[in-house]
Nanobody, 127 residues
Framework: QVQLVESGGGSVQAGGSLRLSCSAS????????MGWFCQAPGKERAFVAA????????SYADSVKGRFTISRDNAKKTVYLQMNSLKPEDTAVYYC????????????????????WGQGTQVTVSS
């Protein structure tokens, strides 16, 4: 059983930055592919970014490329999402997810490969 707890959400103005963190417990974090997804009101949960177990491969949604950076610290069992140049359309609840089978960067874009999810953290960007 893997537990995931997100933190770092909040309210910022457009152009601002936030750093989300996701702390994991249980399981073998260093072998998991980790992902971030977001869900805006009335919309489906959408892929944002993912990182493989070693951090050697990452994947991003086109809408966040060049603005967001995913990273991980296996010693701390934590994955991060640095969000820069935020836009109002980034407003959503952001969820951390763990894939215990360690999918590659292409497969990690699908919600279906993830086994565990956090409760989410709200990000609100005002214009």
């Amino acid at each position: 059983q893997v537990q995931l707890v997100e933190s770092g959400g909040g309210s910022v103005q457009a152009g601002g930055s936030l750093r989300l963190s996701c702390s994991a417990s249980g399981g073998t974090f260093s072998s998991h592919t980790m992902g971030w997804f977001c869900q805006a009101p009335g919309k489906e949960r959408a892929f944002v970014a993912a990182i493989t177990w070693s951090g050697g491969s990452t994947s991003y949604a086109d809408s966040v490329k060049g603005r967001f950076t995913i990273s991980r610290d296996n010693a701390k069992k934590t994955v991060y999402l640095q969000m820069n140049s935020l836009k109002p359309e980034d407003t959503a609840v952001y969820y951390c997810a763990a894939d215990v089978h360690g999918s590659g960067p292409y497969s990690s874009r699908s919600r279906d490969v993830y086994d565990y999810w956090g409760q989410g953290t709200q990000v609100t960007v005002s214009s």
